[in-house]
């Protein structure tokens, strides 16, 4: 079966040698190890089999055997990413695994990983995963200066406001901004998020953007240039923030 697997039958999938993992660790592990690191349409399939392997010893092979597969792929950074999603619903138990394998890709050279991580470190998540989600974000942003990066965060926020509620979304939003605005280009740029985010993004952002900058002003002034205000303004329903 291994073989098989290994020379790409179509008609063995992953999750047939997948139920192996715990009596033949090794030739499984290996048989899944080459079909990853070639162009194979089965990566989504293998890495969510191995979402589920939950034992920390296996655990700990397969994230070395993604962090692997990152770090010579970038390219196949969506299935790995969703892999990661999944594990994050494992919930605290997924911690001594998750964390370091994580945080090490978050050090990657590779912006595109760092870049398709961000939406899933930034998502509000459920009640299992949002602690773990929220420390790794902080990870990322302690460290990430690339805008990329930094705009795939200050969108997934957006997007995931309803579920957030307010006060993390305006506090990631501000920090996530600042750090926009300081790299090359990043004020324009974060301008635009901002906007796009308020036209399209979520219905009332305009009008929770809107409501900061007058309750704060001092806090938002350098973060959002005025032509992105007056669009702002317009789009809130007329409402001008005090100069």
Known sequence: ???????????LPASALAAALTTHPDPVLDAFRTRLHAP???????????????????????ATLVHDLLEARPEAAAPA???????????????????????????????????????????????ASRALRGELLDVLLSQERDAAVLESVLRA??????ESGEDRTRALVHRTALLLVRTPEGASRC??????????????????LVGWLTEAPQDWAALIGPSALRVLENLAGGVSVPA
């Open 1 to 11: 079966a291994v073989r098989r697997f290994t020379a790409g039958d179509p008609q």
């Open 40 to 62: 194979d349409p089965a990566a989504d399939a293998i890495l969510c089999c191995l979402a589920d392997v939950t034992t920390p010893a296996l655990a700990r092979r397969v």
């Open 81 to 127: 990413v969703a892999y990661i999603d999944r594990r994050l619903e494992h919930g605290p138990d997924a911690r001594p695994v998750l964390f370091p394998l994580v945080a090490g890709l978050l050090h990657s050279r590779h912006v595109q990983l760092r870049a398709a991580l961000a939406p899933v470190l930034a998502a509000p998540g459920t009640d």
């Open 157 to 162: 926020v957006v997007l995931g406001a309803a």
């Open 191 to 208: 301008d635009r998020c901002l906007v796009e985010l308020a036209r399209g993004g979520r219905p009332d952002f305009a009008a929770l």
